[in-house]
């Protein structure tokens, strides 16, 4: 099972800092990586290796903390401990920020855009969830502040091909956001975790949201609209989110993120225990009641925490990580029973 | 419990208002009886604590209680200031004073009971109880006496100073554009939400652009303190002034130490209960509104008794863009407005009106509710591409009427109850501000001229930035 999960290279990408999360770009040719250092680096493939090609260190005052790619890839968005999301906007090897999204009250957590490219979402220990408009000449306006959670909002992430929002929060609990008329509601609550939710991840068809925690288990939710053959209750015309999976026993600490490769529909973990996992869904499972096996563990896969990790879009197998130590690493992922 | 406050006051982080310090001051009523020795305190499942004496004896202990005003009066309080608030106790305070009323019999411990209703207040409760404007005002009066209140008035009176102030002030900084200090757009003032997050966020850049005008509450809180106190022959430190808000943040406008007088070491509004917390009251009373007699309307001043309350035109929040707009086109331009038409934009929350002549702009006025409006209208206002002239803010989506002391209707969903709310406010009939019966009058006696000084101290406040704590109790860690 060790072998599944191979490391191509390593690199200190942050030095002297904390390396917290990672986004390749929807060609998956580059990779930005972003840190306590307050900076942000563009990383690019040159031959077998990777080397920085920019270093965008002047938009923050404070840790960057994610980072997110517009889905037309010519944009980068920064979210920042200092308060504010920067967009950036890309010319050939150049990164220059075109505007600052500012509002929140503290800490901007997480920052992502939705598959239309027309609306990006921030979340913050503010305990609020911004959705934001841009338009034509690269304006955000605020659309909506949702106030739904009751502690810090750790994640947010939009649903690949539908304008749904999920944010996972430090109030154990994933929701779920829609618009409806001219403002946006918080549609579903996900409960059942035990302690913090950190991070969240949707599978290719969007029809299941993974979630992992601080409780140690990641959970697979399904949705199920009203109507659905298998009896599930819903509320109306609203669809109703179930827990079908959790994946228990397998994390000695703290899962701090969850990563559903869109190509093969592994997924990957990152845990506060320095290790990476990766399970894969067993063939035949009831898609009621998927159950998932672990294909592969590396348990120093970093000399610290793993804070992120991250499937290439473009390229099968390729998954990259990084740390609290400040390093980033790439591995080839090849399960043994040749999916 | 999610917060009754505005969203703006919540994204605010009362924190920062109510800095902690190093003791609770709260009084501690302390029972020393010699020889107890040391005091064991046992904890009962249902939460409460006993002291056990040496005897094996129990005494049931007292929860430590902590009101707004010990609160505030403290300087900070060690737990969140935000849950402090939260306080349930306002209309048992008044009900507090009422007893005290009764109980002492001795003259000079008397207070004299005096409730400003608002008439968004008034509209929820029309709802609640089936009753028409006129009725509600009528047997809320009955209600409120029958516990023991004096007077009660309707805060639509006080509305007119602020609107005829604000009349004034916009068409004065718009003619003074020149002048740095004048500075264009005029933001409202009445929403203390909204003050409250001005003066936290952005405060160098916001507060130059916010009308001193009062808000109707506070406007209120001089006439009864400081007119009515006088023709009644008492000092105001010997009214008890109780407003009734549609919402609570309001509570927190009434605590501001700016309406606070030193000299008389009593506040202009003494107390704040919302729409709700009146429901309360009826039901600890066992009265239904609709069923008390009705009771004649009382008035400030005799050229202003009605029968009738009266209203403003504008909407549910004041009217403040109306009556402004219609004033300053007339004014500035000489233009007429008979009826103002007002443009959505992005959303409901978001209203535009404008007045054109012969295809150029010549005012450009807006109405943002809300606080993802009010985000995008300060960072229009930090990039300097603000194209307002005038802008009324208020905290709540839908403004006052659906602030959140309002009354809920178990079985009627939200937007239908507004619509109801909205509709029975509507029902009251409006006039101008100026040609309100009492109000020049009290210009000339009362202030002694609309651009006096009194006018200026009683209708008019400032507002302070709030600095950015630098104690290091308050670092959130």
Known sequence: MKDSLVLLSRILAHPDSRCWFLAWNPAGTLLASCGGDRSVRIWGREGDSWVCRSVLCEGHQRTVRKVAWSPCGNYLASASFDATTCIWKKNEDDFECVTTLEGHENEVKSVAWAPSGNLLATCSRDKSVWVWE?????????????????????????????????????????????????????????????????????????????SCSDDRTVRIWRQYLPGNEQGVACSGSEASWKCVCTLS???????????????????ATACGDDAIRVFEEDPGSDPQQPTFSLTAHVPQAHSQDVNCVAWNPKERGLLASCS??????????QPSEGI | ?????????????????????????????????????????????????????????????????????????????????ETVLITQQSHEELRKVLGANKVSAAPD????????????????????????????????????????????????????????????EFVRRFRGQANPEQALPVLTSACPGWICYAEKTHGSTLLPHISTARSPQQ???SLVKDFFAQQQRLTPDKVYHVTVMPCYDKKLEASRPDFFSQEHQTRDV??????????????????????????????????????????????GSGGYLEHVFRHAAQELFGIHVTEVTYRPLRNKDLQEVILEREGQVLLHFAAAYGFRNIQNLVQKLKRGRCPYHYVEVMACPAGCLNGGGQLKAPDTPGKELLQQVERLYGLVRTEAPEDAAGVQELYECWLQGAGSERAGRLLHTSYHAVEKAGSGLSIRW
């Open chain 2, 219 to 221: 406007v209120m809180g």
């Open chain 2, 109 to 168: 411990q008397q207070k004299l009971v005096v409730i400003s209703v608002s008439p968004q207040s008034r509209a929820s409760l029309a709802v609640r109880f089936q009753l028409n404007p006129t009725d509600t005002a009528r047997k809320l009066t009955a209600f409120f006496k029958k516990i023991g209140a004096h007077y009660v008035f309707d805060t639509a009176f006080s509305r007119n100073f602020s609107l005829l102030e604000s009349q004034r």
């Open chain 2, 1 to 81: 419990m999610a917060s009754p406050f505005s969203g703006a006051l919540q994204l605010t982080d009362l924190d920062d208002f109510i800095a902690p310090s190093q003791d609770c001051i709260k009084p501690m009523k302390v029972d020393r009886r010699p020889g107890s020795g040391v005091a064991k305190i046992h904890i009962e499942d249902d939460g409460s604590y006993f002291q056990v004496s040496q005897d094996g004896g129990m005494k049931k202990l007292e929860k430590a209680k902590i009101s707004l005003d010990d609160c505030l009066a403290c300087s900070g309080c060690v737990t969140s200031a």
């Open chain 2, 270 to 315: 003494d107390c704040v209960i919302t729409t709700g917390e009146v429901s309360k009251l009826l039901e600890e009373e066992g009265v239904s509104l609709a069923e008390l007699e009705p009771a004649p309307l009382d008035s400030l001043c005799s050229s202003a008794s009605a029968q009738e309350p009266t209203s403003h035109r504008g909407g």
């Open chain 1, 324 to 333: 609290d130590d400040g390093e980033l690493a790439f591995w080839k992922y």
């Open chain 1, 249 to 267: 026993g397998f994390h000695s600490r703290t899962i701090y993120d969850v990563a559903w490769c869109q190509l093969t529909g592994a997924l």
């Open chain 1, 134 to 210: 841009v338009d034509e000449e690269d304006e955000y306006e605020c659309v909506s502040v949702l106030n739904s959670h009751t502690q810090d909002v750790k994640h947010v992430v939009w649903h690949p091909s539908q304008e749904l929002l999920a944010s996972a929060s430090y109030d154990d609990t994933v929701k779920l956001y829609r618009e409806e008329e001219d403002d946006w509601v918080c549609c579903a609550t996900l409960e059942g975790h035990e302690s913090t939710v950190w991070s969240l991840a949707f599978d290719p068809s969007g029809q299941r949201l993974a």
